[in-house]
């Protein structure tokens, strides 16, 4: 199945354009310039012929090919998944610009619906690749160092190989996917088509979120009890969709043979379960010293006998609410990339200028941020809903890491240039350090250093502390699921276990904060995708503290990590900055960052 972009960073946003300047939108002709294009017919017409012709002349013959012969077979389907992805990339662009237009979405059902009638037939080649010995396969890769080179994607193949199906029922499952994306479509539209009112005025999701980052507190309470009656009223159509989508998972893991409900995230992020646990453990374990404490400060600053869920991101009194322009967001960041090393400006350039980036909010337009790497031989495409508040230049500074990520794996080719989760997130949250950093520097202020280093560490506990409680909550869901249907209210019952454990003593919970797990993408498009920002923010977190030290030549080994894309491990990666993620102790290394600017905060307070 060909996978479409998603929203995947739980920012807040809202409404309006005119306030923040000349907002760049998408200019998609780098894919294609219409659903009429005759260059989509003319791929579409080569997929379908390709996707038949590759079948026919490697289905069960792949245990009979030698060394050039195999090389082949992988550029040829190396070259299908181009295609297809150039051409769901389109789409799913498309789709996300404007969910709630019809005729967007029926495109691209029939565009993702034609794609997988054509690629069933290709199912056999990962089956097959699965059923020849280690021994035949490693005297292939010796032979060639061009096939060699693909060693990384076979062995993430083959981590399968324990849980592959017959070759009927793959297929199968391959066919019945697209049914399985009609839920994520209903969430998507759902969400998106939801209708909220605050003060008279009507808003669609990001509007009504943006408000729980208003300066007066009773918008921002009207703006959760908003959400909470929404949510409420449209509640039994989350519950079905997590319902579904928690079933429908239960089966195949069940037929795979999967342990736990987390494996096959666990596979397809190449990283061991163990890491996972530890990375969790520490998290969980640093609560009290991380949320627990900085939620206390802030209750004090806000002047609260206790804190409602409507305060957690609500600014600081001392805070200036003057708005970011987007030119003035575009020069932040663009400085401190530069400053870190021109390679990585000249590398972001072009997204400003060049129709790679939408950045306004729009109705229909899908929620949140993220960073859609296409495919190889064209650039990604980068989307916000930007705001003019400093967390949406954090947020630029983050999708903006992800496009170079990207630009600069794409030489790797399309079956090695993604990374796994948890490693996709490592430019995204250095370039949101770097702009951060170079931010305090220019800081004239005590106050303005206090107010920076309050946001900074407000990220980092969502991106951190947030993400490992909702990975908690999907553990528990996934694990409860298994023991039959689950209402709307167990479902709500298992959000609050995790939310009182993590945000911790200084919060009250208001009636309906229950249901606040319904918009949450993650949950929907890519169950437990959400520990890689955890893992990914302790990554950065302690290769951050290599690069402060001032190691010689920290630029030139970071860029080589981001041009491997990849094609190499966690462990093999991370070793030239004398890192190891599978060391317990290097995750309390990154969490100790969080808490340094947390006693820094105290010491302010003197």
Same mark, same amino acid.
């Given at each position: 199945m060909?996978?479409?972009p998603? #929203? !995947?960073? $739980?920012a807040?946003a809202?409404a309006?354009?005119?306030?923040?300047?000349?907002?760049? +939108?998408?200019? *998609?002709? &780098?894919?294609?310039?219409?659903?009429?294009?005759p260059?989509l017919?003319?791929?579409?017409?080569w997929l379908?012929?390709?996707c038949?012709s590759?079948?026919?002349?490697?289905?069960?013959m792949?245990?009979?090919?030698?060394?050039?012969?195999?090389?082949d077979?992988?550029l040829?389907?190396?070259?299908?998944?181009q295609?297809a992805?150039r051409?769901?990339?389109?789409?799913?662009?498309?789709?996300?610009q404007l969910?709630?237009?019809?005729?967007r979405?029926?495109?691209?059902?029939?565009?993702?619906?034609?794609?997988?009638?054509?690629?069933?037939p290709l199912?056999?080649?990962?089956l097959e690749l699965?059923r020849?010995e280690d021994?035949h396969l490693?005297?292939?890769?010796?032979?060639?160092a061009?096939?060699a080179?693909?060693? #990384? !994607?076979? $062995?993430?193949?083959?981590?399968?190989?324990?849980?592959?199906?017959?070759?009927?029922? +793959?297929?199968f *499952?391959? &066919?019945?996917?697209?049914?399985?994306?009609a839920?994520?479509r209903?969430f998507?539209?759902t969400?998106?088509g939801?209708e909220?009112e605050?003060?008279?005025?009507?808003?669609?999701?990001?509007?009504?979120?943006?408000?729980?980052?208003?300066?007066?507190r009773?918008?921002r309470e009207?703006?959760?009890?908003?959400?909470?009656?929404?949510?409420?009223?449209?509640?039994?159509?989350f519950a079905r969709?997590?319902n579904?989508?928690?079933?429908e998972?239960?089966?195949?893991d069940?037929?795979?043979?999967?342990?736990?409900p987390q494996t096959?995230r666990?596979?397809?992020?190449d990283v061991?379960?163990?890491?996972?646990?530890?990375?969790?453990?520490?998290?969980?374990n640093?609560?009290?010293k991380l949320?627990h404490?900085?939620y206390?400060?802030?209750?004090?600053?806000?002047?609260?006998?206790?804190m409602?869920?409507?305060?957690?991101n609500?600014p600081l009194?001392?805070? &200036?609410?003057?708005?970011?322009?987007?030119?003035r967001?575009?020069?932040?960041v663009?400085?401190?990339y530069n400053a870190?090393d021109?390679?990585m400006?000249?590398?972001?350039?072009?997204?400003?200028?060049?129709?790679?980036i939408?950045?306004?909010?729009?109705?229909?337009?899908?929620?949140?941020?993220?960073a859609h790497p296409?495919?190889?031989?064209?650039?990604p495409?980068?989307?916000?809903?930007y705001?003019?508040?400093p967390?949406?230049?954090m947020?630029?500074?983050?999708?903006l890491?992800?496009?170079?990520?990207q630009?600069?794996?794409?030489?790797?080719?399309?079956?090695?240039?993604?990374?796994?989760l948890t490693?996709?997130?490592?430019?995204?949250v250095?370039g949101?350090m770097?702009?951060f950093?170079?931010?305090l520097?220019?800081?004239?202020?005590k106050?303005?250093r206090?107010v920076l280093?309050?946001?900074?560490?407000?990220?980092?506990?969502?991106?951190v502390?947030r993400?490992?409680?909702?990975y908690?909550f999907?553990c528990?869901?996934?694990?409860a699921r298994?023991?039959?249907e689950?209402t709307p209210?167990d479902?709500?019952a298992?959000?609050?276990?995790?939310?009182?454990?993590?945000?911790?003593?200084?919060?009250?919970?208001?009636?309906?904060?229950e249901?606040?797990?319904?918009?949450?993408p993650?949950?929907?498009?890519s169950?437990?995708?959400v520990?890689?920002?955890?893992?990914?923010?302790?990554?950065?977190?302690?290769?951050y503290?290599?690069y402060?030290?001032?190691?010689?030549?920290f630029?030139d080994?970071y860029?080589?990590?981001l041009?491997a894309?990849?094609?190499?491990?966690?462990?093999?990666?991370?070793?030239?900055?004398?890192l190891?993620?599978?060391?317990?102790?290097?995750w309390?290394k990154?969490?100790?960052?969080?808490?340094g600017?947390?006693?820094?905060?105290?010491a302010?307070?003197?």
């Amino acid at each position: 199945m060909f996978q479409l972009p998603y #929203p !995947v960073r $739980d920012a807040n946003a809202g409404a309006g354009i005119s306030p923040f300047g000349n907002l760049p +939108e998408w200019n *998609l002709d &780098d894919l294609y310039t219409g659903e009429n294009a005759p260059e989509l017919k003319r791929d579409l017409d080569w997929l379908e012929e390709a996707c038949r012709s590759f079948a026919a002349d490697y289905e069960g013959m792949l245990a009979d090919l030698d060394a050039a012969g195999f090389l082949d077979c992988v550029l040829r389907n190396e070259k299908i998944t181009q295609i297809a992805g150039r051409i769901m990339s389109f789409a799913g662009l498309r789709y996300y610009q404007l969910t709630t237009d019809a005729g967007r979405a029926k495109f691209m059902s029939d565009m993702q619906e034609s794609i997988t009638n054509f690629t069933t037939p290709l199912v056999f080649f990962t089956l097959e690749l699965n059923r020849l010995e280690d021994d035949h396969l490693s005297k292939l890769l010796a032979q060639n160092a061009d096939l060699a080179r693909y060693k #990384p !994607v076979f $062995d993430r193949i083959r981590a399968m190989k324990d849980h592959q199906l017959s070759d009927e029922l +793959e297929k199968f *499952l391959h &066919d019945l996917g697209v049914v399985g994306d009609a839920w994520e479509r209903l969430f998507d539209e759902t969400i998106a088509g939801l209708e909220f009112e605050v003060d008279g005025e009507p808003l669609n999701i990001e509007g009504v979120l943006n408000l729980l980052t208003d300066p007066g507190r009773e918008i921002r309470e009207a703006a959760a009890r908003e959400l909470a009656d929404v949510f409420q009223s449209n509640i039994k159509t989350f519950a079905r969709v997590h319902n579904t989508q928690a079933k429908e998972k239960e089966v195949i893991d069940r037929w795979r043979g999967m342990p736990t409900p987390q494996t096959g995230r666990h596979l397809s992020n190449d990283v061991e379960p163990e890491v996972v646990e530890a990375l969790r453990n520490a998290v969980v374990n640093a609560y009290p010293k991380l949320s627990h404490r900085y939620y206390e400060l802030k209750r004090k600053w806000l002047g609260l006998d206790v804190m409602q869920v409507w305060d957690r991101n609500a600014p600081l009194p001392m805070e &200036d609410p003057k708005i970011v322009d987007w030119d003035r967001a575009q020069s932040m960041v663009m400085d401190a990339y530069n400053a870190f090393d021109p390679r990585m400006g000249e590398i972001a350039a072009p997204f400003f200028t060049n129709g790679w980036i939408d950045a306004g909010v729009k109705p229909g337009k899908a929620p949140g941020a993220f960073a859609h790497p296409t495919v190889t031989n064209v650039h990604p495409y980068v989307m916000l809903n930007y705001l003019g508040k400093p967390r949406d230049v954090m947020t630029l500074a983050h999708e903006l890491g992800h496009g170079v990520h990207q630009v600069l794996a794409a030489g790797q080719g399309e079956m090695l240039s993604s990374t796994p989760l948890t490693l996709a997130e490592t430019a995204s949250v250095f370039g949101e350090m770097l702009t951060f950093r170079k931010m305090l520097d220019n800081a004239k202020t005590k106050t303005e250093r206090k107010v920076l280093l309050a946001g900074k560490v407000e990220d980092m506990i969502n991106t951190v502390v947030r993400q490992i409680a909702f990975y908690d909550f999907e553990c528990k869901l996934h694990d409860a699921r298994r023991g039959g249907e689950l209402t709307p209210d167990d479902i709500n019952a298992l959000w609050m276990s995790v939310q009182a454990e993590s945000l911790g003593p200084a919060f009250e919970f208001m009636d309906g904060y229950e249901t606040f797990w319904a918009y949450i993408p993650h949950f929907v498009h890519s169950p437990f995708y959400v520990y890689a920002y955890a893992f990914g923010d302790g990554l950065v977190n302690a290769l951050y503290a290599v690069y402060a030290e001032g190691k010689p030549g920290f630029e030139d080994k970071y860029f080589d990590m981001l041009k491997a894309g990849g094609s190499k491990h966690h462990k093999e990666l991370l070793a030239p900055f004398g890192l190891d993620a599978s060391d317990p102790a290097f995750w309390d290394k990154g969490l100790s960052m969080i808490s340094g600017f947390i006693d820094e905060l105290e010491a302010m307070e003197d």
